[in-house]
Nanobody
Framework: EVQLAESGGGLVQAGGSLRLSCVASGFTFDDMTIGWFRQAPGKEREGVSCISLTDGRSYTADSVKGRFTFSRDNAKNTAYLQLNYLKPEDTAVYYC????????????????????????WGKGTLVTVSS
């Protein structure tokens, strides 16, 4: 079965940390664009951090720069999003996505998911940050 599965969400106080994981099954991350997205209650989905594994082109949203870190472990076919210094406004369902097309990270996060059907989406993991 080809799928992405997120985990690691939960309830945390403001200023705390979480690490989200995205495990791929049935395909490889090699040479694929990977991204993390989120959707807060009552708001539109937004790109958080995305990277092309082909050339390393990446993007991180201004709202999370310096707080969130994208990483991957290809041996485990897993992508991570480390969430530090969390704020209540970070509360959202976080999704990972992957696509075989060699887009740059900026385009993948900001444009591609809203204009194209991406190859793979996870079902999301909920992050709730209390004040």
């Amino acid at each position: 079965e080809v799928q992405l599965a997120e985990s690691g969400g939960g309830l945390v106080q403001a200023g705390g940390s979480l690490r989200l994981s995205c495990v791929a099954s049935g395909f490889t991350f090699d040479d694929m664009t990977i991204g993390w997205f989120r959707q807060a209650p009552g708001k539109e989905r937004e790109g958080v951090s995305c990277i092309s594994l082909t050339d390393g082109r990446s993007y991180t949203a201004d709202s999370v720069k310096g707080r969130f870190t994208f990483s991957r472990d290809n041996a485990k076919n897993t992508a991570y999003l480390q969430l530090n210094y969390l704020k209540p406004e970070d509360t959202a369902v976080y999704y990972c996505a992957a696509d075989r097309r060699p887009w740059g990270g900026t385009y993948f996060c900001r444009t591609a998911p809203f204009n194209y059907d991406l190859d793979y989406w996870g079902k999301g993991t909920l992050v709730t940050v209390s004040s």
